[in-house]
């Protein structure tokens, strides 16, 4: 079970950080994912991380102002998001994987957290 928190409403130009937290105890076993997702547009990659931490990638509408990373001790993942804009509104979702291919593509991960919403006021 993956749970994501830290989401809220936020002016154009502050930062924020989203947290997403699971519950199994093989979490270092897996890749994580942020995806993010607007009324009326398709979810849309955010960044990665790979299992040790030594792959991440990110969007290209995302990459100069964010940071992913995580701590197996406590078996969270982090977004550091800075800059926001408006267009950064939209739910956010956590996801895992235990593949180590195209860590950008939704359908390579097995499970999702419920989203949390993040709203930037311009």
């Known amino acids: 079970q993956l749970v994501e928190s830290g989401g809220g409403l936020v002016q154009a130009g502050d930062s924020l950080r989203l947290s997403c937290t699971a519950s199994?105890?093989?979490?270092?076993?897996?890749?994580l994912g942020w995806f993010r997702q607007a009324p009326g547009k398709q979810r849309e990659f955010v960044a990665a991380i790979s299992k040790n931490g030594g792959n991440t990638p990110y969007g290209d509408s995302v990459k100069a102002r964010s940071t992913i990373s995580r701590d197996n001790r406590k078996n969270t993942v982090y977004l550091q998001m800075n800059s926001l804009k408006f267009e950064d509104s939209a739910s956010y979702y956590c996801?895992?994987?235990?593949?180590?291919?195209?860590?950008?593509?939704?359908?390579?991960?097995?499970?999702w957290g419920r989203g949390t919403q993040v709203t930037v006021s311009s």
């Open positions: 996801a895992a994987t235990p593949r180590i291919i195209d860590l950008r593509s939704a359908l390579q991960y097995d499970y």
């Open positions: 199994e105890d093989t979490f270092s076993n897996y890749a």
